[in-house]
Antibody
Framework: QVEMVESGGGVVQPGRSLRLSCTAS????????MHWVRQPPGKGLEWVAS????????SYVESLRGRITISRDNSKSTLFLQMNSLTAGDTALYFC??????????????WGQGTAVTVSS | SSEVTQDPAVSVALGQTVRITCQGD??????ATWFQQKPGQAPRLVIY???NRPSGIPDRFSGSRSGDTASLTITGTQAEDEADYFC???????????FGTGTKVTVL
């Protein structure tokens, strides 16, 4: 069964850091590019970051560049998102998504259920 | 492709056809992909590439593109199609993506 499960979310104070994880199962994780997408409560989707299948290339949304780092451990089928200097604007549900290049760019065909991050004092 | 716009909401009668559009510079060079999201659920891919559906997506969903505008059409809309729909566009220069603002489809 193909599945991805996010973890690491929670309530965190402004200015603190958080590392999110996404553990995949049921497919060859190390052969797919991966993405993080977030969704503030009641709002739309925002693409956050991506990483190539081997970790050799990474891209970030410009507004978060410098505060976040995407990484992966293919030996553990796990994707990470390190977020620093958190603000209330980072409050959102964070999804990981698999990009299936056999279908085409942007074909995010598998999604996790998300992990909620709330930044509040 | 810094911004991708969609109409905020559209309503459609049961069994009728609805078209949702998505406009942005990046769409001229890269096909948009479309996602359906129902309350409390993760997004689900419904259209990718020129006009392709993943396994399990009904053939009443179709996609097209003209210039900087991509469209998702639902022909013979069913009650279960009521959801938010998002497109995403890729900037080929830096491999960044941007999601459209989303369209809420209400089935009457």
């Amino acid at each position: 069964q193909v599945e991805m499960v996010e973890s690491g979310g929670g309530v965190v104070q402004p200015g603190r850091s958080l590392r999110l994880s996404c553990t995949a199962s049921g497919f060859a994780f190390g052969t797919y590019g991966m993405h993080w997408v977030r969704q503030p409560p009641g709002k739309g989707l925002e693409w956050v970051a991506s990483i190539w299948y081997d970790g050799s290339d990474k891209s970030y949304v410009e507004s978060l560049r410098g505060r976040i780092t995407i990484s992966r451990d293919n030996s553990k089928s796990t994707l990470f998102l390190q977020m620093n200097s958190l603000t209330a604007g980072d409050t959102a549900l964070y999804f990981c998504a698999r990009e299936n290049l056999l279908l085409g760019y942007g074909a995010f065909d598998i999604w996790g259920q998300g992990t909620a991050v709330t930044v509040s004092s | 492709s810094s911004e991708v716009t969609q109409d905020p909401a559209v309503s459609v009668a049961l069994g009728q056809t609805v078209r949702i559009t998505c406009q942005g510079d990046g769409i001229t060079t890269s096909y948009a992909t479309w996602f359906q999201q129902k309350p409390g659920q993760a997004p689900r891919l419904v259209i990718y590439g020129k006009n392709n559906r993943p396994s399990g997506i009904p053939d009443r969903f179709s996609g097209s593109r003209s210039g900087d505008t991509a469209s998702l059409t639902i022909t013979g809309t069913q009650a279960e199609d009521e959801a938010d729909y998002f497109c995403t566009s890729r900037d080929i220069d830096n491999n960044r993506f941007v999601f459209g603002t989303g369209t809420k489809v209400t089935v009457l």
